[in-house]
């Protein structure tokens, strides 16, 4: 397996505090990803890694920012938690030349805000 | 900009076949993956089709054909571990190694 790891595993916060999650990898792959999936719309790209301090953005964007200042890790940072950011947070990573789409998940955090 | 659609449940029988069908709109792809997750998990690769006809690994195959914006998962000798959620998704072109995933479609074996 993959070596990803995302903590924490589980979070429960209010509304209007700041969240950040980290992903981190020990497998030296340049692309790294946020998802966040809820129930009825499968896996969405929130931001994206390609490479040290190179990110963008994905389909939601919107209320989450993200920061890689090493390789190994990539943080995603709700920097006002909303009850609608309540879902399950997947990091993924994927080598540069892949050539099957293959990407690897991390087990998930939980986020719940109140 | 990118969706594909899949059913949202399919039900079989153990030892049964089932197909599990992706439709897509795109304007541009590298290929079709498939990605298995179990309740309470991580999504896992299962497959990957660059062109156009199947490939198969063991009791999966996939298929897809570019001309129809179609693509399917076909599942073998099912057994009750495949009771899972697969999902399709697809790599843009020029997209940074980004795939776009459809809604999922869960997979319930019953005895």
């Known amino acids: 397996d993959a070596g990803i790891t995302q903590s924490p595993r589980h979070k429960v916060t209010e509304t209007g505090t700041p969240v950040t999650l980290r992903c981190h990898q020990t497998?030296?792959?340049?692309?790294m990803y946020w998802y966040r999936q809820d129930p009825g719309h499968g896996l969405r790209l929130i931001h994206y890694?390609?490479?040290?301090?190179?990110?963008d953005k994905g389909e939601v964007s919107d209320g989450y920012s993200v920061s890689r200042s090493k390789t190994e890790d990539f943080l995603l940072t709700l920097e006002s938690a909303t009850s609608s950011q309540t879902s399950v947070y997947f990091c993924?990573?994927?080598?540069?030349?892949?050539?099957?789409?293959?990407?690897?998940f991390g087990p998930g955090t939980r986020l719940t805000v109140l | 900009g990118q969706s594909l659609e899949q059913p949202s449940e399919v039900t079989a029988v153990e030892g049964a076949i089932v197909q599990i069908n992706c439709t897509y709109q795109t304007s541009g792809f590298y290929g079709l993956s498939w990605y298995q997750q179990h309740d309470g998990g991580a999504p896992t690769f299962l497959s990957y089709n660059a062109l156009d006809g199947l490939e198969e690994t063991g009791r999966f195959s996939s298929f897809l054909s570019r001309s129809d914006s179609y693509g399917y998962l076909l599942l073998q000798e099912l057994q009750m571990k495949d009771s899972a959620s697969y999902f399709c998704?697809?790599?843009?072109?020029?997209?940074?190694?980004?795939?776009?995933f459809g809604a999922g479609t869960r997979l319930a074996v019953h005895p």
């Open positions: 998704a697809v790599k843009p072109s020029g997209g940074y190694n980004k795939l776009i």
């Open positions: 497998e030296n792959h340049r692309y």
């Open positions: 890694s390609y490479g040290v301090k190179d990110t």
């Open positions: 993924a990573i994927s080598e540069s030349s892949g050539s099957r789409n293959e990407q690897f």
